[in-house]
């Protein structure tokens, strides 16, 4: 017997065990690019929400807020969504 088929031999299978694990390494970098893709979209399109809410915020009169009445739920009475959402919409 030769040792030199032996070791042959080993050093074939780990080269598959590599050439298998590249074609999943790269797929998960082409993923992750897609990823930080769709990322850095959706960033700037809340960057803009902000610029607008601010700008909107700055176009509001203060006294508008003095004016408006915080209705007082009763436990009975369902939560009036609208109002908290008009009321985070001013902050």
Excluded: C, G, W
């Excluded at 598959?16 to 690019?33: F, R």
């Excluded at 610029?51 to 006294?63: E, F």
């Amino acid at each position: 017997m030769k040792q030199a088929n032996v070791f042959h031999i080993a050093n074939k299978k780990i080269l598959k065990a590599k050439s298998k694990a590249k074609p999943v390494a790269t797929n998960l970098k082409k993923i992750n690019i897609v990823n930080d893709e769709k990322v850095h979209k959706i960033d700037k399109v809340f960057t803009e929400i902000q610029k607008n809410v601010k700008q909107l915020s700055k176009t509001v009169p203060s006294d508008s807020s003095k004016k408006l009445k915080i209705p007082m739920s009763r436990e009975d009475e369902p939560a009036n969504v609208d109002a908290a959402a008009n009321l985070l919409s001013q902050l």
